[in-house]
């Protein structure tokens, strides 16, 4: 099964880039938190800026575990507020990120966002995107969350206050299978995923070792001559 699938990927690899293929590249960084601190998403931060990538949004959980509040962690948002300087957007996920934090009523959810905006205004931090741990949300608190944010990201769309996107998230850092087996169907991800907008996760911790950073690198580089150029940073 797996040489047959291994043929199948080939096949659909071995056709010519066409405008079909997607016209941007998102990339997602989860779970970002004083908790891993910033050597850790410095590193991946690194991988990404050396790439074409049209829009880096990373979410930030602002009381990890309910004990790393951001305000306690100068260093930390510091360095977010320089990569929010340069370009990187900064997201909420969440508030401790314990459970499923969203699967919740709207009073519970209000008072969540509430406790997450304090937070993020303590240190200084405005985020204007949202991604509940594990994309989950109960109809209530989706309906708190697009009257609190721009944008609500979800495993299979990103919905706004006036509908919702679909578009797929494609993570490959959560897996314990060998890159070498992982990086064709990446890239049949990326061909299957006919225009609009290529969305990719990264997830901190997971993230965090260097079979995988080189894995990113070199799909990204793969990437980065299928996608046209960005306009700016």
């Known amino acids: 099964m797996r040489i047959l699938l291994w043929l199948a990927a080939g096949a659909l690899l071995a056709l010519p880039p066409c405008h079909g293929d997607p016209a941007q590249i998102w990339v997602e960084v989860h779970d970002a938190s004083p908790g891993y601190g910033v050597e850790a998403l410095d590193e991946v931060l690194a991988v990404l800026e050396r790439h074409n990538i049209h829009r880096t949004v990373v ?3 602002p009381n990890h575990a309910g004990a790393t509040p951001l305000s306690g962690y100068p260093g930390f948002v510091e360095y ?3 990569k929010e300087s340069g370009g990187i957007e900064l997201g909420a996920h969440g508030y401790t990120h314990e459970g499923f934090e969203f699967r919740c009523s709207g009073e519970e959810a209000r008072e969540l966002v509430a406790r997450s905006k304090e937070e993020f205004a303590r240190a200084g931090l405005r ?25 609500v990201y979800l495993l299979g769309e990103v ?3 006036g509908g919702r996107v679909p578009s797929w998230l494609h993570d490959f850092s959560l897996g314990p299978i060998p890159y070498s087996i992982v990086m064709p169907f990446a890239k049949l991800s990326y061909r299957l995923n006919r225009g609009g907008v290529f969305r990719l996760g990264v997830h901190m911790g997971y993230a965090n070792n260097p079979e995988y950073l080189e894995f990113l690198d070199a799909f ?8 046209p150029p960005r306009t700016s940073h």
Not at 139 to 145: D, G, I
């Open 59 to 61: 979410f930030v959980i």
């Open 80 to 82: 977010l507020k320089e």
């Open 220 to 227: 990204l580089t793969w990437t980065d001559q299928r996608t």
């Open 127 to 151: 985020p204007r995107i949202f991604a509940p741990p594990r994309y989950l949300v109960t109809s209530e608190s989706m309906e708190v969350l697009l009257d609190a944010y721009d944008e």
């Open 159 to 161: 919905a706004v206050p």
